[in-house]
Each structure stands twice: as structure tokens, then as C-alpha cells.
């Protein structure tokens, strides 16, 4: 368990054209060349939108897209990604451009074929998705990501990737699939892997959400429900799970009503740490987290993630 500084430093060499003209101003990371499409690069195919109505969280409608890598094999299957905010995750001028990612990775093997499926939040009270979101938000986004109860982990494992496999095979070893997201969609992933480590033991968490979003007071009506800002004390409280996690955040996010983001990603890092150590010190048998962590200097934005993202999945699925 590190920062990942050192990893900086490399990637910098490989970005340095774009960045030798003038001095880097925070929150800039050029994307590398590991992110744009290359001519001589076959090109997986990236299939949707498609759209999904759910049981499990009523009345929502969600779009979603899957990737096949080239050289799929039904007989072989590969491994899985899954990330949220699908609409940002595969948006060609973003800074994620993960179907790119996978395709510069996968030709060069420094990661095994890979199924990615991008899944948007769900949309309440329409019957289809509504086509003026572009990249934007969903309504039933809040609702679904900050929230600590499994009710989109069932909708994920119980619904949509079975529905994903009718077509398209990926692999059940946990250790080969993993799920990711930003900001509400990183902690969304991380309740995934929390719930349901059999199904997910990678998490990838970009500017994760980890405050207050999802906390409802009681009311005459409901009781108290939990914000993330709960996982610290869950992760030092509860028996450690199988999970291997990169943290990605940046020094100048969020400072608002809900919370500070950054230190609530310190906290996450801090509480992981911690379960470990005091696991090793008592000798308690079973899994350890597996973490390593990277704080960039920006803002609440996918950027420093992008930039991340390929060394991130070769640490996560490297052969």
C-alpha cells in the first residue's frame, strides 16, 4: 500500500510533449497515449446505448452499453469491468474513454481480454430514457448511488449482467471482475464489492462520494437512513473482505454541506489501513485489503482518473 508518486513521475515522461511547452497548472493531466485511439489498433465493439427497465429499483429505465473485445470468445470467457455513469465512461471526448483504454490495453496484452459494461443511473417517472441528457445526470442518480443498501448491487447481479450474458459470457472469478466509478459512482461501486466481494473483488474509486449525500433524518414515516460518510467506521468495525481498491482524489475537491471529499477519501484510505494493521497485529487469519491510492492536485473532475485509469487496470488485471 502506497501513493502512487512514483507512478506519476513515469506517466509524466509519457505526457511530457504535451505538457514541455508551458509550466502544468493544477488539475491538468494530458491524457497518454494509452487513452487515444491509434490507427494500427484493432478496435473492440462497443455495442448500445441499449436500455433496461428494472424490478428491483421500480419505475427506473437506464441505458447501457457493452464492449467486446477483439478476439471474444465465448468458449474463453474474459474478464468483466463494469463502470458507472456509462454515458461519461464511454463519451469519446471524455476523459475516461475507457472502450480506448481497453483497446490500447488489451492489443498491447498488458491486460486479458476484457467485457466492459457502462451502465447509466436510472431515470424515474419515463417510460424510455430521455434522449436530451447527453452526458448529463439521470434523476434517479442520488437515489441509487449514495445509498448503503444493496438494492442496486441486486439490480446489477440479479438483473442487468444477466441479461449482458444471454449475449456476451464473462467470467465468474471475482478476481477478474471489477467495477468502478467517480465521484457517486465510485462509492456506488464500492457498496457493490462491499455487499458482494464473491461477484466483485477489484473497485475502482475516482473523487469518490464518501459524505453525507444518501443521509436522510428520521421521520414520523421512515427511519434514519445512512450516508457513505459511514463506510470509515464500517471498514474499522466489520470483518475485513476480499477487495482490492484503488483510490484516486484530488487535493482541491469538494468542500460543501455534505462533506469534504478529500478528507473522506483520507478517511477511507485511513480506515482500510488501519483494518489491515489491526488485523496483522492480532493475527486474525482471512483476507487484507489491498490498496494503493493516488492524490492528484485537482478539482472534483474525471480527469486525473483518466490519466490513471491504464495503470490502474494494469495493476488490477496484469497478466
Request: hydrophobic fraction near 35%; include cysteine; charge should be negative.
Amino acid at each position: 500500500m502506497r501513493n502512487w508518486a512514483w507512478m506519476g513521475l513515469c506517466l509524466s515522461l509519457v505526457a511530457g510533449t504535451a505538457m514541455a511547452g508551458e509550466p502544468r497548472q493544477p488539475g491538468e493531466y494530458p491524457p497518454t497515449q494509452d487513452s487515444v485511439p491509434h490507427a494500427d489498433v484493432a478496435k473492440g465493439k462497443l455495442i448500445g446505448p441499449l436500455e433496461f427497465h428494472s424490478k428491483v429499483i421500480a419505475d427506473t429505465v437506464r441505458r447501457y452499453w457493452i464492449y467486446v473485445p477483439v478476439g471474444y470468445d465465448p468458449k474463453d470467457p474474459p474478464n468483466l469491468l463494469v463502470f458507472q455513469d456509462g454515458q461519461r465512461a464511454t463519451n469519446p471526448n471524455g476523459p475516461l474513454n475507457i472502450p480506448v483504454v481497453l483497446d490500447n490495453l488489451i492489443a498491447k496484452g498488458d491486460i486479458p481480454k476484457t467485457i466492459g459494461v457502462f451502465i447509466t443511473p436510472g431515470n424515474l417517472g419515463t417510460e424510455h430514457y430521455p434522449d436530451n441528457l447527453g452526458t448529463g445526470n439521470p434523476n434517479h442518480r442520488a437515489p441509487e448511488y449514495d445509498a448503503l443498501s444493496d438494492d442496486y448491487t441486486r439490480m446489477l447481479l440479479d438483473e442487468l449482467l444477466p441479461t449482458v450474458a444471454k449475449s456476451y459470457k464473462f467470467t465468474d472469478d471475482p478476481k477478474r471482475r471489477a467495477i468502478g466509478g467517480t465521484s457517486s459512482g465510485a462509492i456506488c461501486s464500492f457498496t457493490v464489492a462491499w455487499h458482494r466481494p464473491d461477484a466483485f473483488g477489484n473497485v475502482i474509486s475516482m473523487i469518490g462520494s464518501y459524505t453525507s449525500i444518501g443521509y436522510h433524518p428520521a421521520t414520523a414515516d421512515h427511519p434514519m437512513i445512512p450516508g457513505g460518510d459511514l463506510y470509515p467506521g464500517l471498514i474499522r468495525r466489520e470483518p475485513i473482505r476480499p477487495i482490492k481498491i484503488f483510490l484516486q482524489d484530488g487535493t482541491a475537491d469538494l468542500n460543501n454541506q455534505f462533506g469534504n471529499w478529500h478528507l473522506a477519501n483520507e478517511q477511507m484510505l485511513s480506515s482500510l489501513q488501519w483494518a489491515n494493521a489491526n488485523a496483522d497485529a492480532k493475527n486474525v487469519p482471512g483476507a487484507r485489503y489491498d490498496v494503493r491510492y493516488e492524490w492528484g492536485d485537482g478539482a472534483h473532475s474525471d480527469v486525473h482518473g483518466g490519466w490513471l485509469l491504464p495503470s490502474i487496470l494494469r495493476w488490477m488485471f496484469g497478466k
